[in-house]
């Protein structure tokens, strides 16, 4: 007969533990960077974050070895860890990827898309519409990246799903810092959306392929 003792259970709750801390430190870490609470280009110390969370340096480093993964922190040999800087000749070839990508997934979604895949998306458009015409613009651009990243999750392709998830992460972080919005620009945002979704819902590919490259396009002025 196999003993138990207290100590075989002690280990898988540890484990858990400084996987939740890992988590934590890594949701925190992203979500300062998204919204520029931590600028392009700072310095990112891991003793300073470590010690404003409250936890040990290791959950720290290895929460932020996964966003260097991710591209949103730079490794600098011999310098330190950076905040990533996006130029804007960089967002200039990231909006034609995401043109390429976001249009086949918006086909892919007029195809499948439901009644209430629709009302979800329709409910996404009207929070961003509130939040972006209220001027919480972290919000609203939170809200713009879940639109898309919603239309892209209809398209029942994890590959295209994660591509384009990855790209509205560095859309996000770069309208934090660079977007300045004049309220022709609230207007036109909201209504190239509008326009997307009204296309949707009509199921009309063609007309949401184009609705979409119209509004991702449509960050180019929102840049100038």
């Not at 200039?92 to 629709?118: F, H, P, Q, S, Y």
Request: aromatic letters at 6%.
């Amino acid at each position: 007969m196999q003993h138990v003792y207290k100590n075989d259970y002690a280990e898988p709750k540890q484990i858990n533990m400084y996987s939740g801390l890992k988590e934590a430190a890594y949701a925190e870490i992203k979500q300062r960077l998204l919204e520029n609470r931590i600028l392009p280009g700072e310095r990112i110390r891991e003793d300073q974050i470590a010690d404003e969370l409250k936890i040990s340096r290791t959950p720290v480093r290895e929460a932020i070895n996964r966003l260097v993964a991710e591209g949103l922190v730079i490794n600098i040999p011999r310098k330190g860890l950076f905040a990533l800087e996006i130029s804007t000749q960089e967002i200039e070839k990231m909006i034609e990827v995401r043109v390429a990508l976001e249009t086949l997934a918006v086909g892919l979604c007029c195809r499948d898309i439901t009644a209430e895949n629709l009302r979800e998306l329709d409910a996404i458009f009207q929070r961003y519409e509130t939040a972006l015409r209220g001027q919480n613009y972290p919000e609203a651009s939170k809200l713009d990246s879940e639109i898309h990243n919603y239309i892209a999750r209809l398209s029942d392709n994890k590959k295209l799903v994660d591509y384009i998830r990855d790209l509205e992460e560095l859309f996000t972080y770069a309208r934090a810092r660079n977007v300045k919005w004049t309220r022709e620009m609230i207007d036109n945002s909201i209504q190239f959306h509008r326009n997307l979704i009204d296309a949707i819902n009509s199921k009309d590919t063609e007309l949401a392929k184009k609705a979409i490259a119209e509004d991702i396009h449509g960050m180019r002025a929102l840049l100038d």
